[in-house]
């Protein structure tokens, strides 16, 4: 069983940093994708940036210098590097894993989320 485990979320003010990791755990043989989603509230979620296994990285236009995304393909982790936050990056923030196969077969997952916060 893939468990995505989250962390680094938090309440920060504008013009601050903050710098989520997700790791995904199990019996994984590959990951062909890895990224971070966010949620406005009673919207659906949107893409904030995705890297793929060879590391093409896509940002949305409201990130694009001021986000950096790297992934560790030996440890099945992604991280997400958030400078120069604004009031309108708060949000839930989900990691996404995309195309992991495992030995029962080749499934997506989605974490738990963690709350960026930031104080104007």
């Known amino acids: 069983q893939v468990q995505l485990v989250e962390s680094g979320g938090g309440l920060v003010q504008a013009g601050g940093s903050l710098r989520l990791s997700c790791a995904a755990s199990g019996r994984i043989f590959s990951i062909a994708a890895m990224g971070w989603y966010r949620q406005p509230q009673g919207k659906q979620r949107v893409l904030v940036a995705t890297i793929t296994r060879r590391g093409r990285i896509d940002y949305a236009d409201s990130v694009k210098g001021r986000f950096t995304l790297s992934r560790d393909n030996a440890n099945n982790t992604v991280y997400l590097q958030m400078n120069s936050l604004r009031p309108e990056d708060t949000d839930v923030y989900y990691c996404?894993?995309?195309?992991?196969?495992?030995?029962?077969?080749?499934?997506?997952?989605w974490g738990q989320g963690t709350r960026v916060t930031v104080s104007s």
């Open positions: 996404n894993t995309i195309r992991v196969a495992t030995l029962t077969g080749v499934s997506d997952y």
